[in-house]
C-alpha cells in the first residue's frame, strides 16, 4: 500500500496514527503505560509488545505500519526529553526506499506468427502477474528449459536459440517439488532453493529477455513480492495449460509478455534523537538498532510461501526496545556524559542496511564528530546469559571496555567476543565500519524462528534483556572514560593456501570484499567501499566503481552480485568488468574465502 502524502511530523500533536483510531488510541494507552511502569521489565515488555504486535504487522519499511513504529519510537523519544536530530527540527529523517510495485493492469500476452500482425491472447484465469516482476515487456522466441530444480538454461536448444535471437525461458516450476529445509544459515540468509529470483538470474545470465513460469497451481506459487526489489527481468505465470496453449498458438514464432507492473516510489524514516554531553562540542557516539522486519514475509523469509506476519519480536523489536530503556536511563542521570549521545532507531535494514548508509551519506550531527557506534541487533533470545560481542577488533579499547563493563554487574554475562575482522553478521553496525568509525555488534544469535512468522513476543528472555540493558548502560559510561576511541584497519586476511579445490576451500564461499551501497541504483552494483584486504582493494577497486561484470556472470543488482559469488568457488581467478568515472574499465583478481 503506498502512501501519496507525507506522515505527519514526528513532532505534531496528531501523530500518523490519528488517521487510524484504533491503532492510535491503542499506542497511545501504551505510550502512557510504558512512562507509568516502575520496573525495566515491564516497560520493556509494552514497548517490545506493541512493535511485533499483530496491528503492527512485522513494521516493513514503506509500510504504514513501519510508519506507526517509527510515530511511537518518536514519541517515546520526546517524552524521555531526547533533542530531535532528524530533518527540520524533527524526530526523523526520511529517505527513498526501492520503489514498490502494484499491478496496474492484467498481463498482456501477444502472439506474432511468420507473415502475420502481432494478435492478443487471452488466456483468462489461466495468467497471473507477479509483483517481483521488472516492469516493462520482454519479446522473443519461447524455448522450454525444463524444471526449476534443474533447469537447463545453459545447453541444447536454448543455447543455440538465444545465440542467434531473442528468447522468453520457460520454466515449469512446481513448488511441491522444492527443498522443504530451509533452515538459517547466516544473519540474511539460508539453505537456497529454486525461487523467482534465482531462476530470473540464471534465465538472464543465459541471455533470455522474458522468464514465463508454469505451475500445477498459480495460488501455490511462492509470494515473492518484489517490494524489495525486483528481478531485473519482465516475468509472468501460467497455468500448465496455459502455457502450453500459448506455445501451441505460437508456434516457434516470436511472443511478447507484458507483466503489467507498474512501479511506485516510495520512502521510510530512520529515527533520531540526542541526549547532549557535557562537552557540548565534542565527540558523538551513536546507539542504534534498526526498526525494520518483514512485514508479511517476501523473498527475506525463511518460511516459503507464507504471507502470515512475521512479527520480528527478536529481529528487532527487542533491540528497539534495548535502545528505548537504554534512552531512559541516560536521560535520568544527574550528571550528563561528557560525550554527546545519538540514539538512532534505522529504517529501512531488512532491505540492505538502508536506513543507517543513508544517514552516513547524508548526517544529521557532523560525521566528523561521530566516535563509534553500538549496534543492537536480535538480543531477546540469549540462552543461559549468553551474548555476542562482534567486531571488537575495529578499535584498540572494546574488549577492555566491554569486559570492565561486564564485570560490574551483579552476575556477569556469558559474554563471548567475536574476533572476525569483518564484524559479525550483516548489521548496521557494517556501514559505520565502512566509514572508518569503530562499532560494536550485540547479538544473541541465530534461532529456528529467524525470520519466521514464529519469532514473537512469548519467545523473548525479559530478564536476560534487561541484563544485557545493564551491560549497554555499564559500557555507555566506560567507553565515556576513554579519551580516545582509536578505529583499527582490519589486516589483511591471511593468503590462500593451496587451489580451490583443495582441503580448506571446498565448500567455502568465494569472497570479494565490495561494500555495495545499498542505496544506490546503477544498473550495476554501486560500491560503497571495499573491506581492507579484500581482493577487491588489492585489485585497486574504490568508492564510486559500478560493478557490472564478475567472472562470466552480468551484474544488473545486489541479488546478481550474491548469486555470483555463490558460485564461483574461492581461489578462482576471474575477470571483473565495472564503470569508474563514466569509463568501462576491466581487471583480474582472485576470490578470497569466507570465513
Given at each position: 500500500?503506498?502512501?501519496?502524502?507525507?506522515?505527519?511530523?514526528?513532532?505534531?500533536?496528531?501523530?500518523?496514527?490519528?488517521?487510524?483510531?484504533?491503532?492510535?488510541?491503542?499506542?497511545?494507552?501504551?505510550?502512557?503505560?510504558?512512562?507509568?511502569?516502575?520496573?525495566?521489565?515491564?516497560?520493556?515488555?509494552?514497548?517490545?509488545?506493541w512493535?511485533?504486535?499483530?496491528?503492527?504487522?512485522?513494521?516493513?519499511?514503506?509500510?504504514?505500519?513501519?510508519?506507526?513504529?517509527?510515530s511511537?519510537?518518536?514519541?517515546?523519544?520526546?517524552?524521555?526529553?531526547?533533542?530531535?536530530?532528524?530533518?527540520?527540527?524533527?524526530?526523523?529523517?526520511?529517505?527513498?526506499?526501492?520503489?514498490a510495485?502494484?499491478v496496474?493492469?492484467?498481463?498482456?500476452i501477444?502472439?506474432?506468427?511468420?507473415?502475420?500482425?502481432?494478435?492478443?491472447?487471452?488466456?483468462?484465469?489461466g495468467?497471473l502477474?507477479?509483483?517481483?516482476?521488472?516492469p516493462?515487456?520482454?519479446?522473443?522466441?519461447?524455448?522450454?528449459?525444463?524444471?526449476?530444480?534443474?533447469?537447463?538454461?545453459?545447453?541444447?536448444?536454448?543455447?543455440?536459440?538465444?545465440?542467434?535471437?531473442?528468447?522468453?525461458?520457460?520454466?515449469?516450476?512446481?513448488?511441491?517439488?522444492?527443498?522443504?529445509?530451509?533452515?538459517?544459515?547466516?544473519?540474511?540468509?539460508?539453505?537456497?532453493?529454486?525461487?523467482?529470483?534465482?531462476?530470473?538470474f540464471?534465465a538472464?545470465?543465459?541471455g533470455?529477455?522474458?522468464l514465463?513460469?508454469?505451475?500445477?497451481?498459480?495460488?501455490?506459487?511462492?509470494?515473492e513480492?518484489?517490494?524489495?526489489?525486483?528481478?531485473?527481468?519482465?516475468?509472468?505465470?501460467?497455468?500448465?495449460?496455459?502455457?502450453?496453449?500459448?506455445?501451441?498458438?505460437?508456434?516457434?514464432?516470436?511472443i511478447?509478455?507484458?507483466?503489467?507492473?507498474?512501479?511506485?516510489?516510495?520512502?521510510?524514516?530512520n529515527?533520531?534523537?540526542?541526549v547532549?554531553?557535557?562537552?557540548?562540542n565534542g565527540?558523538?557516539?551513536?546507539?542504534?538498532?534498526h526498526?525494520?522486519h518483514?512485514?508479511h514475509?517476501?523473498?527475506?523469509?525463511?518460511?516459503?510461501?507464507?504471507?502470515?506476519?512475521?512479527?520480528?519480536?527478536?529481529d528487532?523489536?527487542?533491540?528497539?526496545?534495548?535502545?528505548?530503556?537504554?534512552?531512559?536511563?541516560?536521560?535520568?542521570?544527574?550528571?550528563p556524559?561528557r560525550?554527546?549521545?545519538?540514539?538512532a532507531?534505522w529504517g529501512?535494514?531488512?532491505?540492505?542496511?538502508?536506513?543507517?548508509?543513508h544517514?552516513?551519506?547524508?548526517?544529521?550531527v557532523p560525521?566528523?564528530?561521530?566516535?563509534?557506534?553500538?549496534?543492537?541487533?536480535?538480543?531477546?533470545?540469549s540462552?543461559?546469559?549468553?551474548?555476542?560481542?562482534?567486531s571488537?577488533?575495529?578499535?584498540?579499547?572494546w574488549e577492555?571496555?566491554?569486559?570492565?563493563?561486564n564485570?560490574?554487574?551483579?552476575?556477569?554475562?556469558?559474554?563471548?567476543?567475536?574476533?572476525?575482522?569483518?564484524?559479525?553478521?550483516?548489521?548496521?553496525?557494517?556501514?559505520?565500519?565502512?566509514?572508518?568509525?569503530?562499532?560494536?555488534f550485540?547479538?544473541?544469535?541465530?534461532?529456528?524462528?529467524?525470520?519466521?512468522?514464529?519469532?514473537?513476543?512469548?519467545?523473548?528472555?525479559?530478564?536476560?534483556?534487561?541484563?544485557?540493558?545493564d551491560?549497554?548502560?555499564?559500557?555507555?559510561?566506560?567507553?565515556?572514560a576513554e579519551?580516545?576511541?582509536?578505529?583499527?584497519k582490519?589486516?589483511?586476511?591471511?593468503?590462500?593456501?593451496?587451489?580451490?579445490?583443495?582441503?580448506a576451500?571446498?565448500?567455502?564461499?568465494?569472497?570479494?570484499?565490495?561494500?555495495?551501497?545499498?542505496?544506490?541504483?546503477d544498473?550495476?552494483?554501486?560500491?560503497?567501499?571495499?573491506?581492507?584486504?579484500?581482493?577487491?582493494?588489492?585489485?585497486?577497486?574504490?568508492?564510486?566503481?559500478?560493478?557490472?561484470?564478475?567472472?562470466?556472470?552480468k551484474?544488473?543488482?545486489?541479488?546478481?552480485?550474491?548469486?555470483?559469488?555463490?558460485?564461483?568457488?574461492?581461489?578462482?581467478?576471474?575477470?571483473?568488468?565495472?564503470?569508474?568515472?563514466?569509463?568501462?574499465?576491466?581487471?583480474?583478481l582472485?576470490?578470497?574465502?569466507?570465513?
Amino acid at each position: 500500500m503506498e502512501r501519496t502524502a507525507r506522515p505527519a511530523d514526528a513532532t505534531s500533536p496528531a501523530p500518523r496514527w490519528f488517521s487510524r483510531p484504533a491503532t492510535y488510541l491503542a499506542a497511545i494507552a501504551l505510550l502512557g503505560a510504558a512512562v507509568a511502569c516502575s520496573t525495566p521489565q515491564s516497560r520493556m515488555r509494552r514497548d517490545l509488545g506493541w512493535l511485533a504486535s499483530e496491528e503492527l504487522a512485522g513494521r516493513k519499511a514503506g509500510s504504514p505500519q513501519a510508519e506507526d513504529a517509527a510515530s511511537y519510537v518518536a514519541s517515546r523519544f520526546r517524552s524521555l526529553g531526547l533533542v530531535p536530530a532528524g530533518d527540520q527540527g524533527t524526530y526523523l529523517q526520511r529517505f527513498p526506499l526501492p520503489p514498490a510495485r502494484r499491478v496496474a493492469r492484467s498481463p498482456r500476452i501477444e502472439v506474432a506468427p511468420q507473415g502475420a500482425p502481432a494478435r492478443a491472447l487471452d488466456l483468462g484465469a489461466g495468467v497471473l502477474a507477479l509483483l517481483a516482476s521488472a516492469p516493462g515487456a520482454a519479446s522473443g522466441s519461447l524455448v522450454d528449459v525444463g524444471p526449476a530444480t534443474s533447469p537447463q538454461f545453459g545447453a541444447g536448444e536454448f543455447v543455440a536459440a538465444a545465440a542467434h535471437r531473442p528468447v522468453i525461458a520457460w520454466v515449469h516450476f512446481d513448488p511441491a517439488a522444492l527443498p522443504a529445509d530451509t533452515t538459517a544459515s547466516g544473519p540474511h540468509g539460508g539453505v537456497a532453493v529454486p525461487t523467482v529470483r534465482t531462476l530470473a538470474f540464471q534465465a538472464r545470465q543465459a541471455g533470455a529477455k522474458g522468464l514465463v513460469l508454469s505451475v500445477p497451481d498459480l495460488s501455490k506459487l511462492p509470494k515473492e513480492t518484489g517490494e524489495e526489489r525486483d528481478v531485473a527481468l519482465p516475468v509472468v505465470a501460467f497455468t500448465e495449460e496455459a502455457a502450453a496453449r500459448l506455445a501451441k498458438e505460437a508456434g516457434g514464432a516470436p511472443i511478447a509478455i507484458d507483466p503489467g507492473i507498474e512501479a511506485i516510489p516510495r520512502s521510510t524514516p530512520n529515527v533520531l534523537g540526542l541526549v547532549p554531553g557535557s562537552d557540548s562540542n565534542g565527540e558523538i557516539v551513536v546507539i542504534g538498532a534498526h526498526f525494520d522486519h518483514l512485514g508479511h514475509g517476501g523473498a527475506d523469509s525463511l518460511a516459503p510461501g507464507s504471507t502470515a506476519i512475521h512479527y520480528g519480536a527478536d529481529d528487532n523489536a527487542s533491540g528497539t526496545t534495548l535502545l528505548l530503556e537504554l534512552a531512559r536511563r541516560v536521560t535520568k542521570r544527574e550528571k550528563p556524559l561528557r560525550r554527546t549521545l545519538l540514539f538512532a532507531a534505522w529504517g529501512g535494514e531488512e532491505m540492505g542496511l538502508l536506513g543507517s548508509a543513508h544517514w552516513i551519506k547524508s548526517p544529521t550531527v557532523p560525521l566528523g564528530r561521530v566516535a563509534a557506534n553500538l549496534n543492537f541487533d536480535m538480543v531477546g533470545r540469549s540462552t543461559d546469559r549468553k551474548l555476542d560481542v562482534g567486531s571488537t577488533t575495529s578499535s584498540s579499547v572494546w574488549e577492555r571496555v566491554v569486559a570492565e563493563s561486564n564485570q560490574k554487574l551483579t552476575i556477569p554475562l556469558n559474554v563471548r567476543m567475536s574476533k572476525s575482522q569483518r564484524g559479525v553478521g550483516g548489521s548496521d553496525h557494517m556501514s559505520f565500519l565502512g566509514a572508518g568509525k569503530p562499532a560494536l555488534f550485540f547479538f544473541t544469535g541465530l534461532h529456528e524462528d529467524y525470520h519466521k512468522p514464529t519469532d514473537t513476543v512469548e519467545k523473548i528472555a525479559f530478564l536476560t534483556l534487561e541484563e544485557i540493558v545493564d551491560l549497554a548502560e555499564r559500557t555507555t559510561e566506560r567507553l565515556d572514560a576513554e579519551p580516545v576511541i582509536d578505529f583499527v584497519k582490519p589486516p589483511d586476511p591471511p593468503a590462500s593456501s593451496g587451489p580451490a579445490s583443495q582441503g580448506a576451500e571446498q565448500g567455502l564461499r568465494a569472497w570479494l570484499g565490495s561494500i555495495p551501497d545499498y542505496g544506490a541504483e546503477d544498473g550495476g552494483v554501486v560500491l560503497s567501499g571495499t573491506s581492507a584486504g579484500s581482493p577487491a582493494e588489492r585489485a585497486g577497486m574504490k568508492k564510486g566503481d559500478v560493478l557490472k561484470r564478475l567472472g562470466s556472470y552480468k551484474i544488473e543488482n545486489i541479488d546478481d552480485l550474491t548469486m555470483a559469488l555463490g558460485r564461483l568457488k574461492p581461489g578462482e581467478e576471474v575477470e571483473i568488468e565495472f564503470r569508474r568515472d563514466g569509463e568501462m574499465k576491466t581487471l583480474k583478481l582472485v576470490l578470497g574465502r569466507r570465513r
